[in-house]
């Protein structure tokens, strides 16, 4: 079979608050490493799309890409889906890529399958990695049932292909930047003639933790045999003292104990790669396995020997989570100090 | 009056994931043994739409694509309220991915009638693409928007909604009719009443197939249709070599804390 063509590569770039997202990197990282496998003849590029986004595209130069299409309008201050959809459906029929690659934020899980539908092509959700076979076909490998197994995802027939990869799944490579790249701003007519259904009221204000839990070092999980509100605040009293990070399970926020998900690690929340994750009576589910399993070093406290927890743990202390909180909140200034 | 179509889809029993066992030979699913329920995020779309007919009266009506042991869950979904369901069952659908049962989705809504809101799940449990609602707005030329967290009617013609967007929330008002995608943070689901059961058993299913929709055009659904083709399942073969701590709560504690010390933050 003869290699099918793979000319152009792009990264759909976010940013918020002129600053580009973190995934950026790391879709560019991928993009870079896929396009080795076509004798490096792929040119890489970024669409980002905002208004008065000259300092973005200045920072994009720096990530390593070849190219940079942007648009730049007036409709694109904030995020509007309509808006967005539009002027990345515009940029893509342009462009005539073979391949986008869009992180899983919010934002992009919209985009995506949004964009997927008005170019009637195929979107891969959530991959864990994307790869070229020996035939130079990609290949998305996707979770399947909550992650227990994996899938291959191909888009045989039509292009673009659209691949969407949630945040910090992909590590960030460092590709040195291109002394040479192109810019070419795209002039958006439909956005001009455009008028959007969905009228942007208000936002909270981002909550803004002292630090994403996915660039945390260490990470304290708290699960179900947490059990109560008082082991929770044990639990985060030990963070706070340790400086580190608290993660959870998804059915700790039905205990009411948090009021957001932020935090939430695993397929619907999260994914880290700690140096090291401690689990507090958490069982192991394929849904969160998802989540922490390229961690480094794994060490889980559960009072059941069997939880499935201990085949993916590197050590493993069985035991009542309460009792160990309590005795390492003993070494660490006093139950109560 | 509010006309409101809600998208249920039956999945496996998230209890049955840790028996789902993989037959490593046809590298398929053993699905013996594994029972289907209403996705989890289905119903709680299911309760919004509850809620709205009961505040401003109106009509809900069901819609799944699947096989026809999906008026099981259909039936289950009527007990709580909901007023009509239909099943879109063909054997020509099936190997759709999004993209196409989204078609087919549009298309059985069309045919059925004009709604104001079509509410669906965030996410299913199984497929987990959150791809479904998104592209069944672009399919029926709708405004659409996921994650919703909170929903109001304004007038006939417009909703205010709360989307929860990554860490932060936004509020928008959009333009009716309109494709929602609700988070299961939304609302506690009710139970169903008995009455509610007991009505629900004399109600009829109405099942569409390909032929009850004149303009359906063929090369849109099924495998066919569908740009996107799933190949083997892998299973994900997580393993560690595991080191038991052992000693008494003090050491172990101390173990520990010997661990997380050298790498905590600066
Ligand atoms: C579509 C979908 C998406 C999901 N997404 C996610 C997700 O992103 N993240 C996620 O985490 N979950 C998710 N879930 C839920 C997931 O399937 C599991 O239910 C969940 O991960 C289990 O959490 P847990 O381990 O805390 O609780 P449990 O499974 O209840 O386990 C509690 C564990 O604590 C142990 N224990 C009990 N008491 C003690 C004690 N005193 N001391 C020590 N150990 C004790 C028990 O032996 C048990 O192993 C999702 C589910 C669905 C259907
Ligand atoms: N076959 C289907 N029939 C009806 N509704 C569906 C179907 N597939 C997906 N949906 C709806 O779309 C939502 C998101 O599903 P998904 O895009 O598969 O994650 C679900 O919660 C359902 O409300």
């Known amino acids: 079979m003869e290699k099918p063509d793979l ?44 208004y008065e986004i000259s300092e973005v595209v200045k920072d994009l130069s720096q990530t390593g890409v070849d190219y940079i299409w942007y648009t730049d309008h007036p409709k694109l201050t904030r995020y509007n889906s309509e808006y967005y959809a539009l002027a990345l459906e515009e940029a893509v029929r342009f462009i005539a890529p073979e391949l986008i690659l869009i992180a899983a934020t919010s934002q992009g899980s919209e985009l995506a399958p949004t964009v997927g539908a008005r170019l009637k092509t195929g979107v891969a959700a959530h991959c864990v990695d994307i790869v070229a076979d020996d035939n130079g076909q990609i290949v998305n490998i996707v979770p399947a049932l909550g992650g227990k197994f994996l899938t291959e995802i191909k888009i045989p027939d039509v292009r673009p292909m659209i691949s969407t990869v949630k945040p910090s799944v992909f590590v960030k490579k460092d590709v040195p930047a291109n002394s040479n790249v192109q810019t070419v701003r795209i002039e958006s007519k439909a956005l001009d003639s455009y008028e959007s259904r969905i009228w942007f009221v208000a936002e909270s204000v981002k909550e803004e933790n002292e630090k994403p839990i996915e660039e945390a070092n260490v990470i304290l999980c708290a699960g179900m045999g947490i059990v109560d509100e008082e082991n929770w605040r044990k639990l985060n009293e030990l963070a706070a003292r340790l400086k580190c990070a608290v993660g959870y399970t998804r059915p ?3 205990l009411g104990v948090v009021n957001n998900d932020h935090n939430m690690i695993g397929t619907s929340g999260k994914t880290i790669r700690p140096q090291l994750y401690v689990g507090f009576g958490v069982s192991g589910a394929s849904h969160h396995i998802c989540g922490m399993k390229d961690s480094q070093i794994i060490l889980c406290i559960n009072s059941d020997e069997n939880a499935d927890i201990f085949r993916l743990s590197d050590y493993k202390v069985i035991a009542d989570c309460g009792a160990i909180l309590d005795a390492m909140l003993e070494l660490t200034g006093g139950l109560n100090g | 009056m509010l006309n409101i179509a809600v998208c249920i889809k039956a999945v496996p029993d998230e209890e049955c994931y840790n028996i789902i066992k993989f037959d490593p030979v046809m590298k398929t699913l053993i699905r013996e043994g594994i029972s289907m329920v209403i996705n989890p995020s289905d119903l709680h779309a299911l309760e919004l739409a509850l809620c709205l007919k009961e505040k401003l009266g109106g009509e809900i009506t069901l819609i799944s694509m699947g096989p026809m042991t999906v008026t099981t869950q259909l039936r289950e979904c009527l007990s709580y309220g909901a007023d009509e369901a239909y099943l879109m069952s063909d054997c020509i659908f099936g190997g759709s991915d999004t993209l196409a049962t989204s078609y ?21 449990a199984d497929g987990a693409t959150s791809h479904v609602p998104s ?31 990554d860490n932060y929330f936004v509020d928008y008002t959009v333009k009716l009719p309109a494709v929602f995608a609700v988070s299961r943070g939304m609302n506690k689901v009710r139970y169903p009443s008995i009455r509610g059961i007991l009505s629900s058993k004399g109600k009829e299913i109405k099942v569409l197939t390909a032929e009850s929709i004149p303009d359906l055009d063929i090369s849109m659904i099924g495998l066919q249709g569908s740009p996107t083709k799933t190949g083997q399942l892998i299973t994900s073969s997580f393993h560690r070599d595991c080191m038991l701590l052992d000693g008494s709560n003090e050491e172990i504690a101390s173990a520990i804390l010997g661990m997380i010390r050298p790498v905590i933050d600066d």
């Open chain 2, 104 to 124: 087919v989705l549009s298309k059985g809504l069309r045919h059925i009638g004009n709604f104001d809101l079509v509410l669906a799940g965030n996410e299913s």
């Open chain 2, 135 to 165: 592209q069944l707005g672009e399919w029926l030329g709708y405004p659409h928007v996921m994650e919703v967290c909170a929903l109001n009617i304004v007038d006939e013609k417009i909703a205010a909604v709360r989307k929860k967007a």
């Open chain 1, 7 to 50: 000319d152009k590569i792009i990264v759909y770039a976010e940013h918020k608050k002129g600053h580009l997202d973190p995934s950026c990197a790391e879709l560019v990282g991928k993009a870079k490493e896929l396009s080795v496998k076509y004798d490096d003849n792929v040119v890489i590029g970024a669409v980002v799309l905002g």
């Open chain 1, 252 to 254: 700790v926020i039905d």
